[in-house]
């Protein structure tokens, strides 16, 4: 596919995509918000004493990692946990989950993250789990507390000696200074040195004790207790309703590709290029309607988009064959029910506006439309005139005038020729209804005497429109094809399969059909390019909408007199309101457009 391609299913299922967006956001929305928020809180303790130490080695601190490995895949075990637990006095124990350690690469670090809905249970559970820990280590028991309880108790005594020899060597040393006699001197310098052989005795048993306090390395210590959190970790709204929609435009993309990718309908003028190998005469908007009479546009709505399609329809027609012109033309479709009497009816009328003479048949004699589309009755029609061979072959023609769309009766002699229907302009449309159902159409469709009837139609007409039942249907619309100069394929936009549109445009190659091209029937405005054209005729139909509308603002927005004085002047402009042509009824000029 190319660019342009996908551009294209993009904007044909817009609102797909928009939904999914919607739906997908406003349902994770919705369970976001229902979802409880969750809060974290972190304790960070340290492995060994390494960073205490004044010259710490290399082992200090490979051994501390590795206790720090063992003491993160303690924190989760039941004994910490239970701890806590009973610590904080929870009925519960916290689930594993909910509790997380990771070590800080590269060092001593371990960080411990709980997981709480409440911010503070969530800090006091983090600082409980981290005093767990350090009650698993070897320096944590009661006799090894009672030890260190004894040995702090020495080093303040110790440190308070230390302190009062210190004293005592600088008062020796001030009486040194100020003794005169040798005796004198000589024993003060005794007692100095004897005080700082004491001093030197405390601090050697203090630094011995020292050692003892600070631990060895399999020692834990908390370097930053947890804080309370403020902000919840999850859920994260705006993550997740961004995520969301994400998912939901995929999804809708993808959804819309695999139908496309899976429809395997005839839809634009590239698809038909590439099925049947045939060029595309006209794309026709969808008609609407109850009735079939409200369905004939091209007489009732002669300026509207659709109108102008059936013409711009009408001159490709008449420029597919410039060499060898098509006085009769056959309207078929693949399938029934895909809108080709309507299409044809339509065509006959424009035609009919611009000019010619027109002849309409409905060689349908399955399931005939035409007279219900003219308002004609059916009671004889085209297989009286093929089956009794007494009766002329257009006894019983039926004849419209598009201004009442009503249909007459020729009625006349053996052979005689069919009033001409009030003229348009120039041309004239007249109808021949299908009559009775036959028995075997196909045979009726392929007689002589039919071929005599097409001859003395095209005789008698500019153009002989017939309308055929569907070409895979039966055999009808392949037999008369044969009798016609050419032969016009309708694909129903969207509902015509690319299968069945192929078997039918073989099953007419096979009888050496003149196939002039496509008509795409009930195409999307915007696919079939009508959106442009509407846009132009509602802005401007020869200026008369536009004044229109313009006056009508005027009368609303205007001062009273100068509504009055326009009303005049607009009584002036013409003879009279009697001489005026009707709104609804468009002139003969007008016809012709």
Same mark, same amino acid.
């Given at each position: ?160 000696? #230390? %302190?009062?020899?210190?004293?005592? !060597?600088? +008062?020796? &040393?001030?009486? *040194?200074?100020?003794?005169? @006699?040798?005796? =004198? #001197? %000589?024993?003060?310098?005794?007692? !100095?040195? +004897?005080? &700082?052989?004491? *001093?030197?005795?405390?601090? @050697?048993?203090? =630094? ?386």
């Amino acid at each position: 596919m190319a660019l342009e391609q996908y551009l294209t299913v993009i904007k044909k299922w817009w609102w797909l995509i928009a939904a999914s967006i919607l739906l997908a956001a406003a349902s994770s929305y919705y369970s976001v918000s229902r979802v409880p928020r969750t809060y974290q809180a972190v304790t960070t303790v340290m492995v060994g004493q390494g960073l205490r130490k004044a010259n710490p080695t290399f082992q200090d601190f490979s051994i501390s990692q590795q206790l720090a490995q063992t003491y993160v895949s303690m924190v989760q075990r039941q004994p910490i946990l239970q701890g806590a637990a009973d610590a904080l006095g929870l009925p519960y124990v916290p689930w594993p989950g909910s509790v997380s350690a990771r070590t800080v690469p590269g060092t001593q670090l371990i960080e411990i993250s709980v997981r709480d809905t409440s911010p503070e249970r969530a800090r006091a559970l983090a600082d409980e789990v981290a005093r767990q820990l350090i009650l698993q280590t070897p320096t944590d028991s009661a006799e090894d507390q009672a030890r260190l309880a004894f040995v702090q108790a020495q080093l303040q005594h110790l440190e308070e000696n #230390i %302190q009062a020899t210190e004293e005592e !060597i600088e +008062a020796e &040393q001030a009486r *040194l200074d100020a003794a005169n @006699s040798a005796r =004198a #001197i %000589q024993q003060f310098q005794n007692n !100095i040195a +004897a005080l &700082q052989q004491k *001093l030197a005795s405390y601090r @050697s048993t203090y =630094a011995s004790l020292l050692q003892t306090v600070q631990g060895g390395t399999n020692y834990i210590s908390v370097v930053e207790p947890a804080t309370m959190p403020t902000r919840p970790i999850s859920p994260r709204v705006r993550e997740t309703v961004l995520l969301a929609a994400a998912i939901g435009v995929v999804l809708a993309l993808g959804g819309a590709f695999l139908i496309e990718f899976l429809d395997n309908t005839v839809k634009t003028p590239d698809d038909v290029a590439r099925t049947a190998d045939l060029p595309t005469l006209g794309v026709i908007a969808r008609i609407k309607g109850k009735g079939y009479q409200e369905k004939l546009v091209a007489a009732r709505q002669p300026r509207s988009p659709i109108a102008e399609a059936f013409r711009a329809l009408r001159t490709n027609i008449q420029f597919s064959s410039v060499d060898k012109p098509v006085r009769t033309l056959m309207v078929a479709s693949p399938t029934p029910l895909e809108g080709k009497s309507v299409i044809l009816a339509n065509l006959a009328v424009v035609m009919a506006q611009s000019g010619l003479s027109v002849i309409v048949v409905d060689a349908d004699l399955r399931r005939p439309v035409q007279h219900a589309i003219f308002c004609l009755d059916n009671h004889h029609g085209l297989s009286n005139a093929i089956l009794e061979p007494n009766t002329a072959l257009l006894k019983h023609g039926w004849r419209l005038e598009l201004e009442g769309f009503a249909g007459s009766s020729s009625g006349g002699d053996e052979g005689e020729v069919p009033e001409r229907a009030k003229a348009i302009g120039t041309g004239s449309l007249h109808v021949v209804t299908s009559g009775p159902f036959p028995p075997r159409p196909a045979d009726v469709l392929g007689s002589e005497r039919m071929r005599a009837l097409v001859e003395e139609l095209k005789n008698q007409a500019d153009v002989v429109l017939f309308d055929t039942p569907a070409v895979l249907a039966a055999a009808d619309a392949a037999v008369l094809s044969t009798r016609v100069d050419g032969v016009v394929l309708l694909y129903d936009a969207g509902r015509t399969k690319r299968a069945m549109a192929r078997q039918a445009v073989e099953r007419l190659r096979q009888v050496d059909a003149n196939l002039l091209g496509v008509v795409l029937n009930r195409v999307s405005p915007r696919r079939g390019g009508y959106y442009a054209y509407q846009h132009y005729y509602s802005q401007s139909q020869d200026g008369k909408r536009t004044e229109r509308q313009r006056r009508q603002k005027r009368g609303w927005l205007a001062p009273p007199y100068l509504v009055l004085l326009d009303r005049l002047k607009r009584s002036g402009d013409g003879q009279g309101a009697d001489q005026r042509q009707p709104a609804g009824d468009p002139s003969p000029v007008e016809m012709q457009q």
